[in-house]
């Protein structure tokens, strides 16, 4: 789309939920508009105002705007990362899209594969920042723009503020719920803006809950807002995974509020899905939420729903992950001596991870005995370097070196302002890459395989900087997280759901690995398909794969993430 003297044409994917505001701020200026779409309103602002209008911009995006008169290209990505964007710099020019696979094409762009993001891939399961799994593909982050001119200069610049870049506020309780409240009863009417059905994901959490609640309040009714969730799980199967069934939760939610709710059903995820799937996604993501975001989607759209509200990100900016209690320990370790905190280490690497509280005790104590940065990075691996290096391939450890892909987590936190507390040190870690490179990414993928857009209110540009700016005791209080929301919501939805149990989204991975899954990965390692691809060293595969089934060690996820790089590796590398 040209804007209305064709200084600028766009290229454009995404939702700009305050356009009306603009349209009316460049109409005062002169501008005449044709249509009444959010493309149009941003396609004006860049030609009036260049690159300095982004800040403005509230809303999920991902864009390429060409300059004629300059002779210079801008590719921007909203700033908390809703929308992927990948571009690739090659001889020919500059590459840009919304998916790896439509970049393949473009001829120049080395797509040889990259150590690091593997090893990603495998430890932390998503490929942190700017990395994919080839050399000549990046992401651009969130918030973020470059500059691309014909002379083959390109700079790169931010527009969204810096992560808790803002003063603690000593705001009182009431206050906190109060605001709270506020922006995200702002936040959920803003995203309700949709000229096609609208809808809403409903696991019978908190954050899902608080979503419908506030959508129900700025729609006609219930009857305007349907709802949909994953059918009931086998109770054996979440137990070992320390899940609890969403399905009984969202039941009760949709009746208290009078809601349609339609259910997608929970079957067992055949191997072959999984090519299928790696496809989808682009990128060797090693979890079954996907397949649960799809099958959600995929009833959506045989319902006629194009847009889903969904809870994601209140855990990250409220601090709701169970790692997050952790951080109430980090006093102890300062107390306890070196001596004593790498026998606690020792201790936990011996311990069996055949149930869910062992596995948290040998996580906590698993980076007892090092730097405060390198511990918070730690919570987010599923598989430490000594556990990761022996089922890669001598070739890729040659590759890799010393790195590791942690350190691009404990680089990240040299970003932050001085003084920033550690539960806000890992809270940046979550937003920074938890939820863009790993949840947001493949929820994106599954939701637009089936056409339906989803929409995030917990990540409101206002909500965010409210949410930085509160002090810990007001999201951590004891061990309950999200305290402000929770206290925020009670009165307006039941306790029932306000104090049920954390619980994960996806499916019981360890049944799986200890059945078709792992005969999988076996059968790989055994016939020297997976040292074919000049990966992996199977032996180590094999190693790796005995020590879960005993229990020493908690693989399930590094183990699926094998299955899943060695998909994508045939898939798009030919390997």
């Excluded at 990046?138 to 723009?145: A, I, N, S």
């Excluded at 067992?268 to 975001?293: G, Y």
């Excluded at 022996?390 to 302002?417: C, F, H, V, Y």
């Excluded at 857009?453 to 990540?459: A, C, G, Q, T």
Aim: a neutral charge.
């Amino acid at each position: 789309m040209w804007d209305a003297e064709a200084r600028v044409v766009i290229s454009f994917n995404g939702e700009i939920y305050n356009y009306r505001e603009l349209r009316a701020f460049c109409e005062r200026l002169g501008v005449t508009f044709k249509g009444a779409s959010d493309t149009e309103v941003l396609v004006n602002l860049l030609a009036k105002f260049g690159t300095a209008c982004l800040p403005w911009l509230n809303g999920i995006f991902a864009f390429a705007a060409w300059f004629p008169a300059e002779k210079e290209m801008i590719i921007a990505r909203d700033s908390a990362g809703v929308k992927p964007l990948y571009w690739a710099n090659t001889a020919e020019g500059v590459g840009f899209a919304s998916e790896i696979k439509a970049l393949r094409c473009v001829p120049g762009i080395d797509l040889s594969i990259d150590p690091l993001a593997i090893a990603a891939y495998l430890s932390l399961l998503h490929a942190p920042g700017e990395l994919t799994p080839v050399k000549g593909i990046r992401k651009v982050l969130p918030g973020t723009y470059l500059r691309v001119s014909v002379d083959g200069s390109i700079t790169t610049q931010g527009f969204a503020p810096k992560h808790y870049s803002q003063d603690i506020q000593a705001l009182s309780r009431s206050d906190a719920i109060e605001a709270c409240r506020h922006y995200l009863n702002q936040a959920v009417r803003r995203q309700l803006m949709s000229d096609v059905p609208l809808g809403g994901f409903l696991s019978g959490g908190t954050d899902s809950t608080a979503v419908a609640h506030f959508a129900v309040k700025n729609l006609t009714g219930p009857e305007a807002y349907p709802c949909f969730t994953m059918g009931p799980v086998a109770k054996n199967a979440l137990a070992e995974e320390g899940f609890t069934d969403d399905y009984p939760y969202a039941d009760y939610v949709s009746r208290n509020f009078g809601l349609t709710l339609h259910v997608a059903q929970s079957t067992p995820i055949a191997i072959d899905s999984l090519d299928w799937m790696i496809w989808q996604l682009d990128e060797p993501t090693a979890d079954l939420a996907p397949f649960v975001a799809h099958s959600i989607c995929r009833v959506a759209k045989e319902r006629g729903v194009k847009v889903l509200l969904s809870g994601a990100g209140g855990d990250d900016i409220f601090s709701g992950y169970r790692r997050h209690l952790a951080i109430s320990y980090e006093p102890l370790w300062d107390m306890i001596p070196m001596s004593l905190r790498s026998g606690l280490r020792r201790l936990g690497a011996q311990t069996s991870t055949t149930s869910p509280l062992l596995r948290r005790f040998t996580k906590l104590v698993c980076y007892a005995d090092t730097l405060p940065t390198d511990r918070l990075a730690g919570y987010f691996l599923w598989l430490h370097a000594d556990a990761l290096m022996p089922i890669l391939s001598q070739e890729m450890k040659s590759a890799l070196g010393l790195r590791r892909p942690a350190d691009i987590l404990t680089n990240s936190l040299a970003e932050l302002p001085e003084g920033v507390s550690r539960l806000n040190q890992m809270l940046h870690l979550d937003r920074r890459f938890f939820l863009v490179d790993h949840n947001l990414n493949y929820t994106d993928k599954v939701s637009m395989a089936c056409g339906v857009e989803v929409r995030v209110p917990f990540l409101d540009a206002e909500l965010i900087s409210f949410s930085e700016r509160l002090p810990d005791s007001l999201k951590q209080h004891g061990r309950e997280g999200k305290y402000v929301l929770r206290e925020a919501m009670r009165g307006l939805l039941p306790n029932r759901i306000l104090d049920r149990p954390k619980t994960g989204f996806g499916l019981p991975l360890r049944g799986l690995m200890r059945g078709a899954y792992g005969r999988r990965v076996e059968e790989l390692a055994r016939s020297g398909r997976l040292a074919a691809t000049g990966v992996f060293n199977s032996q180590g595969v094999l190693a790796l794969l005995e020590a879960d089934r005993r229990g020493e060690i908690d693989a399930a996820y590094p183990l699926f993430g094998v299955l899943c790089v060695e998909s994508w590796l045939r898939q798009f590398a030919g390997k």
